[in-house]
């Protein structure tokens, strides 16, 4: 019997259950590739308690959630704990997902509201290494940034260094926590304005103007480093 | 029509430019705006410096990290134990 995406979608009554009687789909009426299945297929199939779903959904998206919250916060350990709990978070609370709406944004959204809180929080974002964002000064940029001479790196901040240290991610660090948030969705994940609004939970207005001044500041700090 | 030609392109306009969307009666005006031309060279370049960015892996081991503290549900509404 060919096993189809949409029929896993939607198991037919008496299909083969488990040993257990719990009801659940056996595993040889799993399709054995999920990796062309839509996102709403494979939900569907978490929801009635298919532990491959819930694998694949995170073998999907550990890229790009991790790398959103990593821009976010500048810090690996950080962005890995924060991308773990966003990760719980979503497939403990997956029969609450509203499939009106993409699981991209949904996830995106938690994501991006567990790397503000924890922003805000810590007010992580003054770690620069350039000092922060809000000082009006030199000399107040230059007690806040970072002196890596300071200190011998540690191996994961030679890592951090290595993967943030680009001209580009610098200036994205620059930037404040809201407009790079929006940056990131836009020009990372290639998500449209309407959707950034969605993800955000702010009026299209508002991400369209993040979004402009964002990409002005950005080619401010661009210009002021090759000066 | 003629003051459409006029006026200098948005913002939006300019990012519909770069990334090859722009319709052809303000891309007209474009190709006669020297302000609006540099104005949208310059998004064009910082475009090109943003699709440079990767995405970035977490530690191996990630997803069984994940799933180790995942409750699988049943379809009684309960979860596997």
């Given at each position: 019997m060919l096993r189809t995406y949409a029929r896993f979608a939607s198991p037919p009554v008496g299909a083969a259950t488990s040993e257990r009687g719990d009801g659940v789909i056996g595993a040889k009426d799993r399709p054995s590739d999920l990796s062309g299945a839509s996102d709403q297929d494979i939900v569907a199939w978490a929801k009635e308690g298919h532990e491959a779903a819930f694998r694949e959904l995170v073998r999907r998206y550990e890229r790009p959630v991790f790398s959103l919250i990593y821009r976010m916060v500048r810090n690996r350990a950080l962005a890995e704990d924060l991308a773990q709990e966003t990760f719980i978070k979503v497939l403990n609370g997956i029969r609450s997902y509203n499939p009106q709406f993409k699981f991209s944004s949904w996830i995106f959204k938690i994501a991006n509201n567990a790397a503000i809180d924890h922003l805000r929080r810590r007010d992580l974002d003054t770690l620069s290494l350039d000092g922060s964002p809000y000082a009006a000064t030199p000399e107040e940029a230059h007690a806040t940034a970072?002196?890596?001479?300071?200190r011998a790196e540690t191996p994961l901040e030679e890592v951090e260094a290595r993967e943030l240290g680009g001209a580009i991610d610098r200036a994205i660090a620059k930037l404040r926590p809201e407009y790079r948030a929006c940056i990131l969705l836009r020009h990372v994940e290639g998500y449209a304005y309407e959707e950034i609004a969605q993800i955000l939970d702010l009026p299209l207005g508002t991400v369209k103007t993040y979004i402009h001044r964002g990409r002005n500041e950005l080619r401010r700090h661009l210009e002021d480093r090759r000066e | 029509m003629t003051a459409r030609l006029e006026l200098h392109l948005t913002p939006d306009e300019i990012e519909q430019w770069a990334l090859g969307l722009l319709g052809a009666a303000r891309a007209l005006h474009l190709a006669q705006c020297p302000e609006c031309l540099a104005a949208a060279e310059r998004e064009r370049k910082l475009y090109r410096e943003l699709a440079q960015l990767g995405r970035f892996a977490p530690e191996p081991g990630f997803a069984d990290r994940v799933m180790a503290q995942v409750r699988i549900p049943t379809p009684s509404g309960g979860f596997k134990p």
């Amino acid at each position: 019997m060919l096993r189809t995406y949409a029929r896993f979608a939607s198991p037919p009554v008496g299909a083969a259950t488990s040993e257990r009687g719990d009801g659940v789909i056996g595993a040889k009426d799993r399709p054995s590739d999920l990796s062309g299945a839509s996102d709403q297929d494979i939900v569907a199939w978490a929801k009635e308690g298919h532990e491959a779903a819930f694998r694949e959904l995170v073998r999907r998206y550990e890229r790009p959630v991790f790398s959103l919250i990593y821009r976010m916060v500048r810090n690996r350990a950080l962005a890995e704990d924060l991308a773990q709990e966003t990760f719980i978070k979503v497939l403990n609370g997956i029969r609450s997902y509203n499939p009106q709406f993409k699981f991209s944004s949904w996830i995106f959204k938690i994501a991006n509201n567990a790397a503000i809180d924890h922003l805000r929080r810590r007010d992580l974002d003054t770690l620069s290494l350039d000092g922060s964002p809000y000082a009006a000064t030199p000399e107040e940029a230059h007690a806040t940034a970072l002196q890596l001479g300071d200190r011998a790196e540690t191996p994961l901040e030679e890592v951090e260094a290595r993967e943030l240290g680009g001209a580009i991610d610098r200036a994205i660090a620059k930037l404040r926590p809201e407009y790079r948030a929006c940056i990131l969705l836009r020009h990372v994940e290639g998500y449209a304005y309407e959707e950034i609004a969605q993800i955000l939970d702010l009026p299209l207005g508002t991400v369209k103007t993040y979004i402009h001044r964002g990409r002005n500041e950005l080619r401010r700090h661009l210009e002021d480093r090759r000066e | 029509m003629t003051a459409r030609l006029e006026l200098h392109l948005t913002p939006d306009e300019i990012e519909q430019w770069a990334l090859g969307l722009l319709g052809a009666a303000r891309a007209l005006h474009l190709a006669q705006c020297p302000e609006c031309l540099a104005a949208a060279e310059r998004e064009r370049k910082l475009y090109r410096e943003l699709a440079q960015l990767g995405r970035f892996a977490p530690e191996p081991g990630f997803a069984d990290r994940v799933m180790a503290q995942v409750r699988i549900p049943t379809p009684s509404g309960g979860f596997k134990p």
